[in-house]
């Protein structure tokens, strides 16, 4: 028998990955290519909302998804079908999120340096992918109308670390009691310097400003 | 679900961080999880006996899971609450202008090993 002594470690059990995530965010970067994570609960319309983006910025810009999925494909065909731009499939394992090094084997698997911006759906959940940093260039998020203008009160993590809320679904602000001035309150309380933009994919209100948004900071993220 | 993506970041970590030290074995992990951290610590615990079974070092690691309480400030009376117990509203101004100062980590803290 040895002896037995102590090792303090004293950190964070997520260090290793935000590290991780720092070295993929440099890579990155250095290849010009931007990398966006997209996250939203369950059906709030982060597919629906790519391809509506996606097919007004694919002409000018070149474009892939990566889709993160517990076990199907079907948001990956989904793309593919519905906007012609390559698209993979990345599978968690039974892992409610996505981390640095799952990332970056999707990356590796697309090429990534051949792209202007690559998306990353992420697993729908608003927990899990808070804390996990993928590597990405950039976190957004996306709220529908049928999930209640308290949210970012609810979940506090993600609302802080995304720069972009896209509400959508506000075709269907009729059926709900949701109070969008207040929802906007409530997400500038936890970020004030977050962009908010209300679209629907329906009606497609709100997706021009959407395809501004990501042209331009396409853009300054080429010169930066 | 949560728990085990977390108990696996975790024993990968102690797995290289026990191999980097050429110990032989890991005797106990010693992990503190905040009150309102998304760790439920029974099921982190579950996950944590499962987990150390697919590791190099953590074979026999018994786990010791410290539970942190959750404080708040109030930005508007400069003072602090248990955030289990009032929420977002001070309990002392009732106020709203409130944030969390700690309960939500997961922290390593220590290892003993052989
Ligand atoms: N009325 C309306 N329905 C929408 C809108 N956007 C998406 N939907 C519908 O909402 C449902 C879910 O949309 P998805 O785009 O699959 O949502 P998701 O976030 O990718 O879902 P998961 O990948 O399963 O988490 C589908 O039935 C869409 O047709 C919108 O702006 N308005
Ligand atoms: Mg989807
Ligand atoms: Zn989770
Ligand atoms: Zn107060």
């Not at chain 1, 059990?13 to 250095?30: M, T, V």
């Not at chain 2, 074979?59 to 009032?86: H, I, R």
Request: hydrophobic share 35%; proline share 2%.
């Amino acid at each position: 028998m040895g002896q037995v002594r102590t090792i303090l470690l004293e950190r964070s059990a997520f260090a290793n990955n935000d590290e991780r995530a720092d070295i993929l965010r440099e890579d990155l970067r250095k290849a010009k290519v931007m990398l966006v994570n997209v996250m939203s609960s369950p059906g709030a319309g982060k597919t629906s909302t790519l391809t509506s983006l996606i097919n007004n910025i694919k002409d000018k810009v070149s474009v892939a998804v990566m889709e993160a999925d517990i076990d199907s494909d079907v948001d990956a065909k989904s793309i593919v079908k519905n906007t012609g731009v390559d698209s993979i499939q990345l599978h968690t394992g039974g892992m409610c999120h996505l981390d640095a090094d799952m990332t970056r084997s999707g990356l590796d698997a697309i090429d990534y340096s051949k792209y202007d911006i690559i998306f990353l759906e992420n697993v729908g959940n608003l927990v899990c992918p808070a804390e996990f940093d993928t590597g990405a260039t950039m976190d957004i998020m996306i709220l529908s109308t049928s999930e209640g203008d308290d949210k970012p009160l609810k979940y506090p993590l993600i609302f802080q670390k995304c720069n972009l809320v896209i509400i959508s679904k506000i075709d269907a602000l009729k059926y709900f009691t949701f109070d969008t001035k207040k929802c906007i309150d409530n997400i500038k309380y936890r970020n004030k310097d977050a962009t908010i933009i209300p679209i629907s994919n329906k009606t497609k209100e709100g997706i021009e400003e959407l395809t501004t948004f990501f042209l331009e900071k396409i853009k300054s993220y080429k010169e930066s | 679900m949560h728990e085990l993506g977390i108990v696996f970041n975790i024993t990968k970590q102690i797995d290289e961080i026990a191999k980097e030290n050429k110990v032989n074995k890991v005797i106990s992990l010693t992990v503190e999880v905040g009150e309102v951290s998304t760790v439920v610590p029974e099921y982190f615990k579950d996950c944590f006996e499962w987990a150390k079974k697919k590791t190099e070092y953590l074979k026999g690691c018994k786990l010791n899971l410290v539970v942190l309480s959750a404080l708040s400030y109030c930005e508007d009376c400069k003072q602090t609450y248990n955030t289990v117990q009032f929420g977002k509203t001070c309990p002392h101004c009732k106020s709203e202008h409130t944030y969390l100062v700690t309960g939500n980590e997961v922290k390593m803290k220590q290892i003993e090993v052989e």
